[in-house]
């Protein structure tokens, strides 16, 4: 493996820092990932520790890509939804060049890395027409893809359905916040899919985050969704993966 291939890929979460070093063109994942526990209330500051540590832990002095769960322009934090609201305005770029020592830093949106990696190594390989990678966690993300171009920073989560965000109903931690059966709560994805479907003539969705590895669970209450809705290939790892990809788009 050439050495300058290795990024470390960091994929910031409402739950869970996570994070592993990854060679950009295999997009397998050279170290095992690492993860800590998103402090509450998630801070920037407090975020940058548990970030500095999984660095340590990697050690790792090099190229950093970061995934964020909200909107990240020009380095600085202009949305975060699922985080501590000190974050807007926040100079994320600046502060992992500075606090890690790394050369090169590039930001993107979470779900949008989960997108990239799937695309370029998992089950959007080749697959053209409107693809749109959902995420499935604290919140609810979403990658647009057409014939394999990504249509970036898309917040699709935040459709309104019944009065309510869709990442509100939809969203993985809502079955288990909410005490919900599978059943119970895919009927509200099953909605939530196929109104997105609707509105963008979806030609294929791929579901990921954590609940891409059970699909048995809940895939088969999806029935009225009227294209193919296939599990993220490369699992909650696409986050990462992806987020290694940002600095070298
Ligand atoms: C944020 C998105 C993010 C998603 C998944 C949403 O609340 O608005 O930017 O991609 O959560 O983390």
Not at 7 to 29: C, E, F, H, N, P
Not at 104 to 125: H, K, M, S, T, W
């Amino acid at each position: 493996m050439i050495e300058e291939n290795r990024v470390m890929g960091i994929d910031i979460g409402g739950t869970g820092v996570k994070a592993a070093l990854v060679d950009t063109q295999t997009g397998r994942m050279t170290t095992e990932r690492v993860r800590l526990p998103t402090p509450q209330p998630a801070t920037p500051a407090a975020v940058m520790e548990d970030i500095e540590e999984l660095r340590r832990q990697l050690q790792w002095r090099g190229t950093v890509g970061c995934g964020f769960p909200g909107l990240v322009k020009s380095g600085r934090v202009q949305r975060a939804p699922n985080l501590d609201s000190s974050w807007i305005g926040y100079d994320l770029a600046d502060q992992l060049r500075v606090q890690l020592g790394a050369p090169l830093v590039a930001i993107g949106n979470d779900a949008d890395a989960a997108g990239l990696a799937e695309f370029r190594f998992g089950a959007g390989q080749g697959v053209t027409g409107t693809v749109l990678v959902i995420t499935l966690g604290t919140g609810v993300g979403s990658a647009v893809f057409r014939d394999g171009v990504l249509l970036p920073d898309t917040e699709l989560g935040h459709l309104e359905m019944r009065g309510k965000l869709a990442e509100k109903r939809a969203a993985a931690s809502m079955r288990t916040n909410r005490g919900l059966s599978w059943k119970k709560w895919a009927k509200r994805l099953n909605d939530y899919l196929v109104h997105v479907e609707y509105l963008l003539g979806v030609d294929l969705f791929i579901i990921g985050g954590g609940l891409s590895k059970k699909p048995e669970k809940f895939f088969p209450y999806l029935r009225d969704v009227g294209c193919r809705v296939e599990a993220a290939r490369l699992g909650n790892a696409a986050g990462i993966i992806g987020a290694a990809m940002f600095p070298r788009r």
